[in-house]
């Protein structure tokens, strides 16, 4: 059974700091492509990050660069994106997905996590 584990959400202030986790299972991880999007109020789904399969090479969103670091540990099964200097607008359910080729439309992710809400206010 293939699952995806957010955890790490939460309440940060402006120029705060996250670590969202995703716990994988169910699938080849070491291959799989994994990537972060978020889905804000009123919005539509945003592609966050991606890390591609089989090893460390990552991808980012223009708003998050410089800010947003993601990483894999293959022992663990785990991605993680590291959000420094959050701002308001990154307030957002944070979701995990995975799938063979790395893409940043999640719209075309075979798998999905169930999300973790990160809220940025002061």
């Known amino acids: 059974q293939v699952q995806l584990v957010e955890s790490g959400g939460g309440l940060a202030q402006p120029g705060g700091s996250l670590r969202l986790s995703c716990n994988a299972s169910?699938?080849?991880?070491?291959?799989?492509?994994l990537s972060w999007a978020r889905h804000a109020p009123g919005e539509g789904r945003e592609w966050v990050a991606g890390i591609y399969g089989g090893g460390q090479e990552t991808r980012y969103t223009d708003s998050v660069k410089g800010r947003f670091v993601m990483s894999r540990d293959f022992v663990k099964h785990e991605v993680y994106l590291q959000m420094n200097n959050l701002q308001i607008e990154d307030t957002a359910v944070y979701f995990c997905g995975a799938d063979q080729t790395f893409s940043n439309k999640s719209s075309a992710w075979r798998y999905w996590g169930q999300g973790t809400q990160v809220t940025v206010s002061s």
């Open positions: 169910g699938f080849s991880f070491s291959t799989y492509a």
